[in-house]
C-alpha cells in the first residue's frame, strides 16, 4: 500500500475538511500515543535491545491498527513488544526492517512485490508472495497472508461520478477521455509508482489534467475529494470515508493495482518461532471484512487503534 501533507490552504478554509484533519490527526497522535512503549524517535537507527520485537507502521491509520494488531498478539505470547508508529512510506520503512532498527512492519504483498519489482506479473496469492520473497533483502521474510485485502485505487466524487455517469460498475478505460478534465491526488510516491501515474497511462492511457500531491489516502486525500479540489484520487478500498460521502471506486479489471493482502514482513532474525505462528494466527482470521469494520471504529468513531486491536484480537481468541 501507498504520504506527505501539501494542501494546507484548503483545509484551513473548509470547516468540515479540516474536523475530518483533525480527526484523523487524533487518531494518529492516539495510536502514537497508545503505542507508546518506545518514545524515541520513530526514524532512530538503533536496534532495539535484547529480544524486544519492534513493530512498525506505516504513516496512514490502518498501518497503525495493524501494527498494534500485531504487537498486541506478540504481547499475549509473553514477547517484549515496542513500537515505532507512523514513521512514513515504504521507501523510508524499508530500510529501517533491512537493518534491523524494526523487526515487524504490515505490508501489502502486491504493493510491495511492486516496490521491488515494477514489471513482476501478479497473477496469483502463492505466485505474488513467491516472487515478492524472491526479491526480498536476504535478512527480510514475508509471513503468510490474510484473506484481508486493501488495495490503492483510482476513486471519483459523487460529483465527477455524475457528472460522467460512473458508476461502482465502471472501470479505469472508462476514463480515457475524461482523465485530461480531471485533476488526480494522492500521496507523493503515486507520481513515480507503476501502482500510480506510471501504470494508469502505461496499462490504461490516461492522462490526467493535472497531479495534486496530498497523503497517503489519508485525511487531506480525502478532504480534497470531497471539496472537489481534486475529481479522482488514490484512495484505499477499505477506507470507510468511501460509504460515508457516496465515492466511486472504479474497478480495475487489468489488475493494474494488483494484490494487497495484509501481510507481516520480518526480519528474520529478530522473531521467534512462537512469534511467527503468533503472527501467522493473526493471518488467519483477519478478512476484508473485519478489517473495514475495524478500519470504521478507527476513523469514523474515532476509537484508539490500540483498544480497538486488543477488543478484536479477545474476540477473535488471540489476545
Not at 501478479?122 to 526479491?135: C, D, G
Not at 497517503?216 to 460515508?244: E, H, S, W, Y
Request: glycine content about 8%.
Amino acid at each position: 500500500m501507498t504520504s506527505n501533507a501539501h494542501s494546507s490552504r484548503s483545509l484551513r478554509n473548509h470547516p468540515g475538511a479540516a474536523a475530518v484533519a483533525l480527526a484523523a490527526v487524533t487518531v494518529l497522535l492516539a495510536g502514537c500515543s497508545s503505542s507508546s512503549d518506545d518514545t524515541s524517535d520513530p526514524l532512530a537507527g538503533d536496534k532495539a535491545a535484547g529480544d524486544t520485537v519492534v513493530v512498525g507502521s506505516n504513516n496512514f491509520a490502518e498501518s497503525i491498527l495493524i501494527a498494534d494488531i500485531y504487537g498486541e498478539a506478540l504481547k499475549a505470547k509473553g514477547i517484549k513488544v515496542s513500537y515505532k508508529p507512523n514513521i512514513g512510506s515504504r521507501e523510508t520503512t524499508y530500510g529501517l526492517l533491512k537493518n534491523g532498527s524494526i523487526t515487524v512492519l504490515p505490508e501489502y504483498n502486491g504493493s510491495l512485490l511492486a516496490y521491488l519489482d515494477a514489471k513482476a506479473e501478479q497473477t496469483s496469492l502463492a505466485t505474488v508472495n513467491a516472487a515478492a520473497k524472491a526479491k526480498l533483502d536476504s535478512k527480510l521474510t514475508l509471513l503468510e497472508s490474510s484473506p484481508a485485502e486493501d488495495k490503492d485505487s483510482v476513486t471519483v466524487n459523487a460529483a465527477t461520478a455524475k457528472k460522467y455517469s460512473l458508476t461502482a460498475t465502471s472501470t479505469l478505460a472508462d476514463l480515457k477521455d475524461i482523465a485530461p478534465d480531471l485533476v488526480l491526488g494522492g500521496s507523493p510516491e503515486f507520481q513515480t509508482r507503476q501502482q500510480g501515474i506510471l501504470g494508469l497511462e502505461s496499462v490504461y492511457g490516461l492522462k490526467f489534467k493535472s497531479f495534486k500531491a496530498l497523503d497517503a489516502g489519508g485525511p487531506l486525500t480525502q478532504a480534497a475529494l470531497k471539496k472537489n479540489t481534486v475529481q479522482a484520487a488514490d484512495i484505499f478500498t477499505t477506507d470507510p470515508t468511501i460509504t460515508k460521502e457516496k465515492f466511486v471506486v472504479l474497478q480495475d479489471p487489468k489488475n493494474l493495482f494488483g494484490f494487497a493482502n495484509v501481510t507481516p514482513l520480518v526480519y528474520k532474525s529478530g522473531l521467534s518461532q512462537e512469534g511467527i505462528d503468533a503472527l501467522n494466527a493473526v493471518s488467519a482470521k483477519l478478512d476484508t471484512k473485519t478489517l473495514l469494520d475495524l478500519d470504521s471504529q478507527v476513523q469514523l468513531e474515532s476509537k484508539d487503534p490500540l483498544d480497538v486491536a486488543k477488543a478484536w484480537l479477545k474476540s477473535a481468541g488471540l489476545g
